[in-house]
């Protein structure tokens, strides 16, 4: 079994910053994609950013270099550093774990950006 315990969001004015964290526990594999997604009100969960074990990293283009995202193996832990941030990223963050043949969420971590 694996768990993923987000933390991180908040309230936060436009323009400014919030890093999330997720740490996951449990059988892990090594070689694993670790990523954040997004789901505002009336809309469909998105990908935000996601890291490979590997270091390989993918980023949706609305927070192309705004976020960063990372990861300390050693702790199974990934980060979403974000900077200078709209009210359109306004959502509930969820932090995804995911093995060639499973897939794993947190509880979601609410971010709202106010203008």
């Known amino acids: 079994q694996v768990q993923l315990v987000e933390s991180g969001g908040g309230l936060v004015q436009a323009g400014g910053s919030l890093r999330l964290s997720c740490a996951a526990s449990g059988s892990i594999l090594s070689i694993n994609t670790m990523g954040w997604y997004r789901q505002a009100p009336g809309k469909q969960r998105e990908l935000v950013a996601r890291i490979s074990s590997g270091g390989v990293t993918n980023y949706r283009d609305s927070v192309k270099g705004r976020f960063t995202i990372s990861r300390d193996n050693a702790k199974n832990t990934v980060y979403l550093q974000m900077n200078s941030l709209k009210p359109e990223d306004t959502a509930v963050y969820y932090c995804?774990?995911?093995?060639?043949?499973?897939?794993?969420w947190g509880q979601g971590t609410q971010v709202t950006v106010s203008s």
């Open positions: 995804n774990l995911a093995f060639t043949f499973a897939n794993y």
